[in-house]
């Protein structure tokens, strides 16, 4: 029986990861929920699974809920620190890190120094810590599994060949709900309305909003740099707005492997959870009795400079990653309250980071103090053309 603690479990990945708990409930059994303030939906998911442990990391909320909200069977413990325990605790096999932003770094750090597997969600702890976290892993022997449906597709794909062989990885993207759109229109038209209308994902505001900018794309090339010790320029991006082909890998021989599914998450989590085996599908498959029409494009880095700042950060390593990601969180908030335009998100981010101290070898603690200084620095930019 594989014991399982999910960390975000009242989010889009959470819930995905719970359906497919509940469609293998004679293998997979659920050790652990987390939530940050969102008790109710975390007693109701805990009133089906029974797990030994519920966590609210905000431990504001303890004055807020009932005494008898929680069922019997479950153990519901408050803060941070709490976050770390579950993730090391003996009782828990498999760690699936949900949690959205550089929030998610504490409970996946704790998971890999417990050597547990790590169903990597959370694409924020590679981005703002890679060096650190992937040496970490091959010091304990922790697995890393990629539940990104990019990053999964990678890592299958690179099962069919050598690594030695390998030429690069191409990372695809839906486009997002701008997709074709200029410069000068994202400039002119975009709303926050628009902005969360996404085309094909159901996801939460903010991982929303980074993928209409590419900035969510931008943040997988920097986790896909770590994950999979490329160097930068081993890494494109393509669009697709199908959403069909998740990803692909080129061999220096010319092949081409991809991994093609419907976009849907429990694909990629339910492998996660199940690697190397492959368990039957508890999510849709694709329906080979009618056509399909699979399109690829180049993206525009004009339009989306974001992107352009994910493969710089790629390149540059260090503490870039860890500015970037804060700078972008606070940015994106920013925009959702009205204070900043669409277009001033990837222009601040990029302020921020050409003038923060860089430092190619980094230390954990270092690391976590730009994450505050880049969150300052974000929420007080002001751009001299802003209107807002």
Excluded at 151 to 165: E, M, Y
Aim: proline share 5%; with cysteine; aromatic share 8%.
């Amino acid at each position: 029986m594989n014991r399982i603690a999910v960390l975000g479990a009242t989010g889009s990945i959470g819930t995905s990861c719970l359906d497919v708990i509940a469609a293998h409930g004679s293998r997979l059994q659920v050790a652990a929920l987390t939530a940050h303030a969102r008790w109710e939906s975390l007693a109701q998911q805990c009133h089906q699974f029974k797990p030994q442990f519920a966590v609210i990391s905000d431990p504001a909320v303890r004055a807020q809920m009932g005494g008898n909200a929680f069922p019997r069977e479950t153990e519901v413990l408050f803060g941070p620190d709490a976050l770390e325990r579950i993730s090391a605790h003996p009782d828990v096999d498999t760690v699936v890190c949900g949690i959205v932003g550089a929030a998610g770094l504490r409970g996946a750090w704790a998971a890999i120094e417990a050597k547990k597997r790590v169903a990597i969600a959370n694409k924020e702890t590679l981005v703002v810590a890679g060096p650190l976290v992937m040496d970490l892993a091959a010091r304990t022997g922790a697995d890393l599994i990629p539940v990104d449906s990019e990053h999964s597709a990678i890592f299958q794909a690179l099962l069919g060949g050598r690594r030695k062989d390998l030429k690069r990885i191409v990372l695809t993207a839906s486009g997002g709900p701008f997709r074709g759109w200029s410069k000068e229109r994202l400039e002119r038209d975009v709303t926050i309305e628009r902005a969360l209308a996404h085309p094909t994902w159901q996801m939460g505001p903010k991982i929303t909003v980074d993928s209409a900018s590419m900035m969510n794309k931008a943040l997988e090339v920097i986790e896909a740099r770590w994950l999979f010790d490329l160097e930068f320029d081993q890494i494109g991006v393509m669009i697709h707005p199908q959403s069909i082909v998740h990803s692909f890998v080129e061999f220096i021989d010319g092949s081409v492997l991809a991994q093609l599914s419907p976009p849907d998450m429990k694909l990629p989590i339910q492998y996660a959870l199940t690697y190397p085996e492959r368990w039957t599908a508890s999510g849709p498959s694709m329906n080979w009795a009618q056509s399909y029409q699979l399109e690829f494009f180049p993206p525009d880095l004009e339009a989306f400079p974001a992107l352009q700042l994910g493969f710089e950060v790629a390149r540059r390593g260090g503490t870039c990653g860890a500015v970037l990601n804060a700078g972008n969180e606070v940015a994106v908030q920013r925009f959702l309250d009205g204070s900043l335009k669409f277009t001033e998100i990837p222009q601040a981010c990029g302020d921020i980071l050409n003038g923060h101290n860089f430092d190619a070898q980094p230390s954990l603690s270092e690391l976590l103090r730009l994450d505050e200084w880049a969150r300052k620095e974000m929420q007080a930019w002001k751009s001299s053309q802003s209107t807002c």
